[in-house]
Nanobody
Framework: QVQLVESGGGLVQVGESLRLSCAAS????????MGWYRQAPGKQREFVAT??????FYEESVKGRFTISRDSALNTVHLQMNSLQPEDTGVYYC????????WGQGTQVTVSS
C-alpha cells in the first residue's frame, strides 16, 4: 500500500509562484513514475506533469513555467510553478504509478487576478 501526502497549495496573485510537494510512503520499489494532475471547477481532471525513468513530460500550457523534480531518497516529488495564471486555479493531485495508480488527497491552488 502507498500513501501520498501533498502540501504547498495556497492563494497567490497572477505572476507569483508556488511550490507543491508530494511525499510518498509505503511499498515503493524502484523509480516509479510520479507526477501531477489538476482539476478546475466544473472541469475534468487533466494531466500537468510527470517524471519517470524515460524523462519529464509537461502539459503544453505549463511548459516553461512549471518544473517537476524528484528527491528519490525521500520519495518526494515537487512541482515548482512560476508565472501563475488564473487558468492554473484548481485542485492539484499527486499520483504514483505502481501496480496501480495511487492518488493524493489534493491541494488547492488559487490564482487571483
Amino acid at each position: 500500500q502507498v500513501q501520498l501526502v501533498e502540501s504547498g497549495g495556497g492563494l497567490v496573485q497572477v505572476g507569483e509562484s508556488l511550490r507543491l510537494s508530494c511525499a510518498a510512503s509505503g511499498s515503493i520499489v524502484g523509480l516509479v513514475p510520479m507526477g501531477w494532475y489538476r482539476q478546475a471547477p466544473g472541469k475534468q481532471r487533466e494531466f500537468v506533469a510527470t517524471l519517470s525513468s524515460t524523462g519529464l513530460f509537461y502539459e503544453e500550457s505549463v511548459k516553461g513555467r512549471f518544473t517537476i523534480s524528484r528527491d528519490s531518497a525521500l520519495n518526494t516529488v515537487h512541482l515548482q510553478m512560476n508565472s501563475l495564471q488564473p487558468e492554473d486555479t484548481g485542485v492539484y493531485y499527486c499520483y504514483l504509478q505502481a501496480s496501480r495508480t495511487y492518488w493524493g488527497q489534493g491541494t488547492q491552488v488559487t490564482v487571483s487576478s
